[in-house]
């Protein structure tokens, strides 16, 4: 079966500071990651993922398929940056449904 | 992409009463589920909405409870039936397209008193 692990609840971090949201998952298979995002009375929102490699608002993040981890991280955090976030892993085969971690809220303080 | 819009954005219901949640996509997604997120808790995933057959149900959510219809490739509805207050939760519809995104509706907030 699959899970994702995020294990912390509330991360606080003040503005300029680095920041990284823990996620590790087990799956027997070849998973995709990713990283949704809920900021204060929007939807939930794809911030990233891991395929693509990307940046996207600052943000990284880089599948360690030894550690089972996808952390994310951000040099230096913003103000914009409080919300919900979420790790999320998808099988490659079948209905490619999501599994979400509980959750990380990050508060990015002044 | 795909923009979801769900109906309605919440509700109140008294126990024992069902309520259907609709969720329209403004294009055409090859997927589409529907997640309950628990007050304090992550998302879980309810079902898979299969167009036009049965949903696929996860490990812990049955047809009579949840029942869910998928009659075209934009719109699904999804009923929670014979509600009690356990059953206060936000529900999220998602749709997927060809791609690798899912987008997320607003979520309907339920409350059963």
């Known amino acids: 079966a699959q899970r994702v692990t995020q294990p912390e609840k509330l991360l606080s971090v003040f503005k300029g500071a680095p920041v990284e949201l823990k996620c590790n998952y087990s799956y027997s298979g070849s998973p995709e990651l990713f990283w949704y995002v809920q900021y204060s009375r929007q939807r939930l929102q794809l911030l990233l993922r891991?395929?693509s490699r990307e940046s996207i608002k600052g943000f990284t993040a880089d599948l360690n398929k030894g550690e089972t981890s996808f952390h994310l991280k951000k040099p230096f955090a913003q103000e914009e940056d409080s919300a919900m976030y979420y790790c999320?892993?998808?099988?490659?085969?079948?209905?490619?449904?999501?599994?979400f971690g509980q959750g990380t809220r990050l508060t990015i303080n002044p | 992409s795909a923009v979801i819009s769900q109906k309605p954005s919440r509700d109140i219901c008294q126990r024992g009463t069902s309520l259907t949640i609709q969720c329209q996509v403004d294009?055409?997604?090859?997927?589409m589920f529907w997640y309950r997120q628990q007050p304090g808790q992550s998302l879980t995933l309810i079902a898979t909405?299969?167009?036009?057959?049965?949903?696929?149900?996860e490990s812990g959510f049955v047809i009579d409870k949840f029942p869910i219809s998928r009659p075209n490739l934009t719109f699904s509805t999804l009923t929670v039936s014979n509600m009690s207050p356990e059953d206060s939760s936000i529900y999220l519809c998602?749709?997927?397209?060809?791609?690798?995104?899912?987008?997320f509706g607003p979520g309907t907030r339920l409350t059963v008193t």
């Open positions: 909405a299969n167009q036009g057959s049965e949903a696929t149900y």
């Open positions: 999320a892993l998808s099988t490659l085969q079948g209905a490619q449904k999501l599994v």
């Open positions: 998602s749709g997927k397209t060809s791609g690798y995104e899912q987008y």
């Open positions: 891991h395929i």
């Open positions: 294009s055409q997604v090859t997927m």
